[in-house]
């Protein structure tokens, strides 16, 4: 059982659109991280987030993490075709070990 | 190299043959920890090694499966009897921790396909 929904599971834009990914749970996380992965690799590490109502800047990427710890959302500005990959949301449980959503996958079309 | 590497990075075996997967973790971490993810989902735990000692398996590692984390360096992930429900990407992942802080560093994963 997924702890985390992410939605939308499937998303499609052109470059130069703006995008957001929802990460959703009725539990209470001590933090959450943002992966990206491309096909056929392990996921990549973007982001920790451990506050509630936190808010981290990569570039053109925006996470937050909402102010009860249950939710987060990753908004990409601008995208690039760089963008296209699977996004993951994981929260923390103890010991440090993640419960990952099922993904969103984003395609930036040229 | 300060990446976490797996071996083999594909595994095509016959139903009821056993697999063998080799994760070598970012040297100065102390916690390694395998994960499964299958085709459209994201990845689930199955258990973690801090050292040599492993603290923790998860339901979904039956007794057909084990993991070694001999001398706390590199370590292995045997599949017996392997089935077709056992098809997935295996991911070993290494953990830095500095207080709040932590960061996995994943490898590009075994995917294994039972036939």
């Known amino acids: 059982t997924q702890l985390l929904e992410q939605s939308p599971q499937f998303l499609s834009i052109q470059e130069g659109e703006n995008l957001t990914v929802y990460c959703n749970s009725s539990?209470?996380?001590?933090?959450l991280q943002w992966y990206r992965q491309e096909p056929g690799e392990g996921p990549v590490l973007l982001v920790t987030?451990?506050?509630?109502?936190e808010v981290k800047k990569l570039k053109r990427l925006t996470f937050q993490f909402g102010d009860a710890r249950k939710d987060s959302s990753l908004h990409i500005t601008a995208a690039q075709t760089g963008d296209t990959g699977l996004y993951l949301c994981?929260?923390?449980?103890?010991?440090?070990?993640?419960?990952f959503g099922a993904g969103t996958t984003v395609t930036v079309r040229a | 190299d300060t990446g976490v590497s797996q071996n083999p990075r594909h595994k095509i075996t016959k139903r009821g043959q056993n697999v063998t997967f080799r994760c070598d973790p970012i040297?100065?971490?102390?916690?390694l920890y395998w994960y499964r993810q299958t085709l459209g989902q994201g990845p689930e735990f199955l258990t973690y090694f801090q050292n040599e000692a492993q603290l923790e398996k998860s339901r979904l590692l039956s007794d057909r499966f084990s993991a070694e984390r001999p001398k706390g360096s590199f370590s292995t992930l045997e599949i017996q009897r392997t089935e077709q429900g056992d098809s997935a990407m295996y991911l070993c992942a290494s953990l830095t921790m500095a207080g709040r802080n932590y960061g996995y560093t994943f490898g590009s994963g075994t995917r294994l396909t039972v036939v």
């Open positions: 539990s209470v996380f001590s933090s």
């Open positions: 994981a929260g923390t449980l103890n010991d440090y070990k993640l419960s």
């Open positions: 987030v451990v506050t509630g109502g």
């Open positions: 040297s100065e971490h102390n916690r």
